[in-house]
C-alpha cells in the first residue's frame, strides 16, 4: 500500500470553474504534509503548506483531516496557467521522510 | 542564490554501462534527497541523507544503485550495469533540517539507456 495515494485524473475543466483534489495518507504518525505542482518536464515546486486549520493561499484553499487521513486542495477561479500536475506530499517524522503521490493532472482549457 | 544543481542535464548510455549522476544542493541544506520519475509516473524515493547520519537506502531498486554524499555537500548516484528499465528522470532535492521545511528540486537528469 502506498504511503499517499491520489486520483491520476485527468481533470480537464474549464476556465474559471472551481475543482478539488483529494489525496489519502495512511500512516497517521505523518506529520506535515504540502502540495506541489510540476509542470511538464519541470521539477517539482512548492505550491503551499497544508496546516490542521486550513490555509488559504489567493485562489487555493489547502485542508487536512487527520480523522479521516486525507488533505484536500481547492482552486477557484481556475486560469490556464493552473494546468499542471498537482502533487500530495505527506512528511513522516519517525521515517524522517517525504512521501510523494503520483500526482493528479489537471488541464485548464479556455 | 544558486539553486539545486544537478549534472548532466541529459545522458544516453548504451546497456551495461555505469553511470554517475551529480547533485549540488544549495549551501547550508542538510538534508538530501534523490528520487526518480518514469514517463508519467509520480516520484520514486531512491535514498536520503541528512546532515552526518547513516543515509536512508531503503529505495534503492537494486544492489545496482548507490550514493555517495562527501563533505555533506556535492552527492553522486551511481547505477552500475544500466538496464533499460532505469531510463527515467533522476531528482535530486534538498532542504533546511529534512523535510518539514520546503525541499527544494534541481531539474532533473534524464537518463535514457539504449
Known amino acids: 500500500r502506498k504511503e499517499v495515494e491520489q486520483d491520476p485524473g485527468p481533470f480537464n475543466v474549464p476556465e474559471g470553474a472551481t475543482v478539488a483534489f483529494n489525496c489519502t495518507y495512511s500512516?497517521?504518525?505523518?506529520?506535515?504534509f504540502f502540495w506541489y505542482r510540476q509542470d511538464c518536464r519541470k521539477e517539482p515546486k512548492l505550491l503551499m503548506s497544508?496546516?490542521?486549520s486550513g490555509n488559504e493561499d489567493g485562489r487555493f484553499t489547502a485542508q487536512l483531516n487527520r480523522a479521516s487521513q486525507y488533505i484536500s486542495l481547492l482552486i477557484r477561479d481556475s486560469k490556464l496557467s493552473d494546468s499542471a500536475t498537482y502533487l500530495c506530499?505527506?512528511?513522516?517524522?519517525?521515517?524522517?521522510?517525504?512521501?510523494f503521490g503520483t500526482g493528479t493532472r489537471l488541464t485548464v482549457i479556455p | 542564490g544558486a539553486g539545486v544543481s544537478q549534472s548532466p542535464s541529459n545522458k544516453v548510455t548504451e546497456k551495461g554501462k555505469d553511470v554517475e549522476l551529480r547533485c549540488d544542493p544549495i549551501?547550508?541544506?542538510?538534508?538530501l534527497y534523490w528520487y526518480r520519475q518514469s514517463l508519467g509516473q509520480g516520484l520514486e524515493f531512491l535514498i536520503y541523507?541528512?546532515?552526518?547520519?547513516?543515509?536512508?537506502k531503503s529505495g534503492l531498486p537494486s544492489d545496482r544503485f548507490s550514493a555517495e554524499r562527501t563533505g555533506g555537500s556535492v552527492s553522486t548516484l551511481t547505477i552500475q550495469r544500466t538496464q533499460q528499465e532505469d531510463s527515467a528522470v533522476y531528482l535530486c532535492?534538498?532542504?533546511?533540517?529534512?523535510?518539514?521545511?520546503?525541499?527544494?528540486f534541481g531539474q532533473g537528469t534524464r537518463l535514457t539507456v539504449v
Open positions: 532535492a534538498s532542504s533546511f533540517r529534512g523535510m518539514v521545511t520546503e525541499a527544494f
Open positions: 500512516n497517521s504518525a505523518s506529520q506535515s
Open positions: 497544508v496546516y490542521s
Open positions: 506530499v505527506a512528511f513522516l517524522t519517525g521515517a524522517n521522510n517525504l512521501f
Open positions: 549551501s547550508g541544506h542538510t538534508a
Open positions: 541523507f541528512q546532515g552526518n547520519s547513516a543515509p536512508d
